[in-house]
Structure formats: C-alpha cells, structure tokens
C-alpha cells in the first residue's frame, strides 16, 4: 500500500514544493508526488492531464490518494464526482489535507454512504463555484487596473497570487481569519481587505503584473 501525493499548480506563482510541505505538515508521510504544472483543472478533466492520467494506473486497491483539497482533482464538479467514485469503487481512499476530508468505499451502510456521496457532491460544486467566482473577480480586477493604469499603480500588494488563491479558498470553506492568517502567513488585515474587496485584490496583482 502507498500514499501518493497530487499536486496541480495552474500558475507560475503556484510551486509543487508549498503543497508537499502543507501535507508533511499535516502528518502526511508521503510515498510518491504526482504533479501537473501549468494545468487548468477547469478545462482539463484530471484524466486527460499528462500526469493525472498515471493516477488511475497506479493506484491500487487500499492505496491512498492525498490532495491539499478536491479544487486540486478538478474546478468542473461531474470531473471532480466521477474521479473521485471511481477511485473509490477501485478501493482507494481519498483524503484531502484541508479540513482533513476521507472519502472511501469502505461502509456498507446507506444511510453512511448517502452522507459521504452528499459532501462529496458539495466540495465539487463549492470547488466549481470557486473557479466561476474567481474567473469573473479577475475579470472585473483586470478590467478595474486598465482603468486606473495610467493614472498610478498604487501600493505593491503584500501577496501573492497562490496566497490570494489560498485566501479565497479557505474563506469559501469557512475558516476564521486567524487561521487563515496561520496557514497563508499573512496579516490579518490583508486577509480583511481580500475578504471585502476581491476584485480590488485582483486589480492590485494585475497593476503590478503578479
């Protein structure tokens, strides 16, 4: 049996490195990293990318499959419900390092397996929402910084673009400031201007091409 660690970065602010070291933080003890850099998971459904295909080959019956959480399987929720079934009807546990989520095929009990199938649906449609969400707060950051261009570009935002995407997931999941503050290693009054002006943030990256 082997645990293997998926890891997606879609960007180049994005590193394989920062999801390896949240696992290990999280007690994780990891066999094997499968990563996919520079890959959507809205367009590309983790079957079709160059290394989440090697996933349904190697992975065996009472195997594990870790991700820093299910965005990383896929942003299109019939992708991320039918990968996630699939590996379980092959006996393979998947657990997520955020909010420590396990989803296997192991209870023969259907009120259980109802509750399990329900979350699993959840964090697919929340993992959708949040691509949809993100995609039309860059547009309007784009639109808002070619407004303002010519005019200054302001202060040097005090994040990155994998700390913003960190924030506004971890948000959509729930999570006080302070943990957010925590995880990310940012203040929390950096957290409070992305939670109540997100196209602002984007603009702010997008001034300064981060």
């Known amino acids: 049996m082997q645990t293997v ?10 590193t394989s490195e920062h999801q390896l070291k949240q696992a290990q933080g999280a ?23 160059p290394q ?6 190697m992975l065996r019956r009472g195997d594990t499959l870790v991700v820093r959480w299910v965005d990383r399987l896929g942003r299109n929720y019939a992708d991320v419900t039918d990968t996630i079934r699939e590996f379980m009807r092959r006996g393979v546990t998947i657990k997520t390092v955020i909010n420590g989520l396990v989803f296997d095929g192991a209870t023969a009990d259907p009120m259980q397996a109802a509750v399990r199938d329900a979350l699993i649906a959840f964090m697919a449609a929340t993992a959708q929402a ?3 969400a993100t995609r039309e707060a ?3 950051g784009i639109a808002h910084a070619k407004d ?6 302001g202060r040097k935002p005090s994040y990155s673009r994998e700390q913003l995407e960190a ?7 729930g999570a006080s400031v302070s943990a ?22 984007e603009a702010a990256l997008a001034r300064w091409a981060a």
Do not use: H
């Not at 989440?52 to 080959?57: I, P, S, T």
């Not at 303002?148 to 570009?153: D, G, L, P, V």
């Not at 924030?167 to 999941?173: C, N, P, S």
């Open 27 to 49: 007690g994780f003890k990891v066999d094997e990293v499968v990563a996919d850099v520079g890959v959507s998971g809205v367009t590309t459904v983790l079957a079709e990318r």
């Open 138 to 140: 860059q547009k309007a």
């Open 52 to 57: 989440g295909k090697r996933l349904f080959d």
């Open 148 to 153: 303002r261009e010519a005019a200054y570009r």
């Open 130 to 132: 949040q691509a949809e």
């Open 180 to 201: 957010i503050a925590k995880e990310t290693g940012l203040s929390r009054q950096s957290i409070y201007r992305i939670q109540e002006n997100p196209a602002e943030s």
């Open 167 to 173: 924030v506004r997931d971890l948000l959509a999941q």
């Open 5 to 14: 660690l998926y890891i997606r970065v879609s960007t180049t602010e994005q």
